[in-house]
């Protein structure tokens, strides 16, 4: 069945560690993909999003995103966390032939250790 | 510039009654969504529409209904409420599918 995985419901991390959030899909051609966050209390904030080329995206807020084909994968990234970065984070597919469909993963919750 | 319309803001509904989320949009975007969104969920895709007169269902559709009539409104339907469908209800449009999602504030729905 066609889905989108985020494996990790919550995640910790020391403020200054990096960070890897996992996302996986299992859709046929390569998807449109996306990286959003919700902070507590507020609405979702695009993060950066992939369709072709580079399979390294940049992202705001010092974020990256690295795609793999091989994997069915779209990992995000950040080198040194900030406290700030506590929020939820959503992957987000666009199946290729699917017309304007968006399906989001089930989110991972990241804490910030002091 | 309103951007995402949704109302209401809260609403509670008895089990069985009905009743329409009203979405309205002023970015002239053929693309739009309805979400719901339960805690440790995610979101997940009710229904969408690519422009006026075209909708699909999203991965949970039972128990709702929508209709696009025109480019800017997309309201939702539920039809007999259960208490399964107490959720937070976002509306959200995009000008295309590698455009990202500009969201409504959102309904907050209780069926009891």
């Known amino acids: 069945a066609q889905s989108v995985t985020q494996p990790d419901i919550h995640i910790t991390v020391s403020e200054g560690a990096s960070l890897e959030l996992r996302c996986n899909y299992s859709?046929?051609?390569?998807?449109?993909l996306f990286w959003y966050v919700q902070s507590p209390g507020q609405g979702l904030q695009l993060l950066l999003k992939?369709?072709?080329?580079?399979?390294l995206v940049q992202g705001i807020k010092g974020f990256e995103a690295e795609f793999k084909r091989s994997q069915s994968s779209f990992n995000l990234r950040k080198p040194s966390v900030h406290w700030s970065d506590a929020a939820e984070y959503f992957c987000a597919v666009a199946p290729y032939n699917q017309g304007g469909k968006l399906i989001f993963g089930q989110g991972t919750e990241l804490s910030v250790k002091p | 510039n309103a951007g995402v319309t949704q109302t209401p803001k809260f609403r509670i509904l008895k089990i069985g009654q009905s009743m329409t989320l009203q979405c309205t949009q002023d970015m002239n975007h053929n693309y739009m969504y309805w979400y719901r969104q339960d805690p440790g969920m995610g979101l997940k895709l009710i229904y969408y529409s690519v422009g006026a007169g075209i909708t699909d269902k999203g991965e949970v559709p039972n128990g709702y209904n929508v209709s696009r009539s025109t480019t800017e409104d997309f309201p939702l339907r539920l039809e007999l409420a259960a208490p399964s469908q107490t959720s937070v209800y976002f509306c959200a449009t995009r000008e295309g599918p590698r455009e990202k999602l500009f969201f409504g504030s959102g309904t907050q729905l209780s069926v009891l």
């Open positions: 859709y046929g051609a390569t998807p449109y």
């Open positions: 992939y369709f072709s080329g580079d399979t």
